[in-house]
Every structure is written in C-alpha cells, then in structure tokens.
C-alpha cells in the first residue's frame, strides 16, 4: 500500500514555543487553511493561522505552511521569517522550501540566498534537541519491515506473508518497550520523518495485532486530544484495520481504491462526515479537494450541509 501521509500576531519565538496549548478542532482548522491555500484563497487561510496564533496555539510543524501562506501574499520579509523558523524549531527540511511554488519567484533574491546559506546551522539547531536514538531506532524498524515487504513477501503467498506478519510482532513489541520506557513520542524529539515513520509502523503492526491495538487505542485518543497525534493518521489506522484485518467497511474514508489493494468502501456513508468531523478531519468532500491526493468521491456520497455544526474534535 502506499500511504498518504502532506497564522497576525507576532510573538518572540522562546514565548511562543513555551506557550503554544493544543485548542479544540487544531488539525480541522490547519487542514482547512492548507486546502484554502491550495484553491488560491490566501486570505482566507491566513486568518485561519491568525485564530491560532491569536490563542498561542500554532504548533512549530506548521510553521511552514504560514510561511507559504504569507509568501501567497507577497509578503517575503515574514515569509522568510517564518520559513526560518520552520527550519529551526519545525524541523522542515531546505528540499521541501526549495519545491514550495510559493517561494520560486524569489529564489534568485538576496533574503534567498541568505536562508540557503544559514539553513546548515538552522538544521544542526533542531537536531541538537532531537532524540536521535530514538529516531535512529524507528527507522531501523522501519527498514525491516519495508525490506520483508518487498524483497520477501510474494503476493498471494501464505508462508512468505507469515514474515511479514513476524516482523510485525517484533516491531510492535519494540514501540510497547520504547513507549513504556521514554513516554509516547514527541513530535519535537523525532522530527518530521521520524513522526512520519512512527505514523507508518503503527498502522502496519497495529493491522492484526490485537494485544498492540488494545495497548495504543486509548493512548492515541488521548494524544489526540493533546495535539501530539494526528487525527488523520489515527484515522488511516482505523481503516486500515477494517479493511484488512476484519475485511469490512472503512470507517472514515481515508483510502481510495488507487491507495490500497485491500480497499472496501465506506460504511453507513450518509454518516460519515460526522464521524470525521467528529474526530477533527475535513468532510470527505474538502478531504477529496486536497492538493497532493485528490480522489473520487463516492458516488452515493451527499455532502453534509452545515459541517461545523458537527465539529465537536474531542472538546
């Protein structure tokens, strides 16, 4: 399978990192500014990021996509600003600047330039707070699981998936030892990749294993509500399981038939976009608009009329 994984008040950057609370419904308004920013409504998203800044709630992983925001506008000075700050306390990477569209029209500027050649020292900030063992250790897990998967397993094959599901086992067993030893990660401590890749494992162990999906069901409901999981990973994990452990219904709509060889459609479809907005995901029908994995609605799907009547995310 291949998974999908993509505000004006200024504050001092100590204050804002030492301050920023999660706030009910985070993930629903940043998804919302992303989208709003890809359909070319610049406006619009930045007053979402400027709600959150106004609550001292902008977490440093979205820093970056204030900075796109800005840079929509045309504002490069807190454009650049901000894209500073993603490198050195978001943890984005000068690659993901480089391709932004939003910043290639000052690419040969003078404040360019600059950026690219602070960008080593800002990147060596961030990784010094980092828990690189930690990190270390994730992708190593991720690396064996990824190996069995496509140098061992054969598709259809019973014996060469018992590997696969081998390698599962000693991975879930390793998170369960991590966790009771270190605390459930900090997106801080492993950066975006190493966040990513913890988001990866969990959905693959969690598939079959039942004494690992009872262990982090309640420990990621929890983090969700503190801002340190993704709702739309926890959702991806929810579905993941229908599919293809219990061979049912997806719960939540996160897959398409091009996403998953395993794909069923969407129970109780009529519901669905209460049950997303309840957990603080865009309705299918914004979910389906976004810039990096737009997908065909289903076709008995009816979107809901007044969504934010709905949007209860945990509070």
Known sequence: MQYFWTFFIVLSLSSLTAQAQYTPCYYYRISKAVLL?????????????????????????????????????????????????AFTTGGDNWERAVFSPYFQKWKRSKGWRVLERDYPKKRQSYVNQMDVNLYMELREMYSAEQFVRASVYKPGDTLTYEYVLMVDSINMHRLVDLVEQKGFPQYHAIGPEGYQTFCMLLTHTTTHNEWGWNYFKELLEQ?????????????????????????????????????????????????????????GLLTLNDFSKKKYSPSVLPDQYIPIEKPLEFLRCYK
Request: charged content about 30%.
């Open 223 to 279: 983090e969700i509500k503190t801002g340190n999981f993704f709702p739309a990973a926890y959702a991806i994990m929810i579905d993941n399981r229908c599919m293809v452990s219990q061979k049912g219904e997806q719960r939540y709509g996160q897959y398409n038939k091009e996403d998953s060889d395993n794909f069923n459609p969407i129970g109780n479809l009529e519901e669905v976009d209460k049950r997303r907005l309840a957990l």
């Open 37 to 85: 920013l890809g359909e070319g409504d610049c406006r619009a998203s930045l007053q979402l990021y400027e709600s959150l800044m106004e609550e001292q709630a902008l977490l440093p992983q979205h820093y970056f996509g204030l900075a796109e925001t800005y840079a929509c506008l045309g504002k490069k000075k807190v454009a650049f600003e901000w894209l500073e700050r």
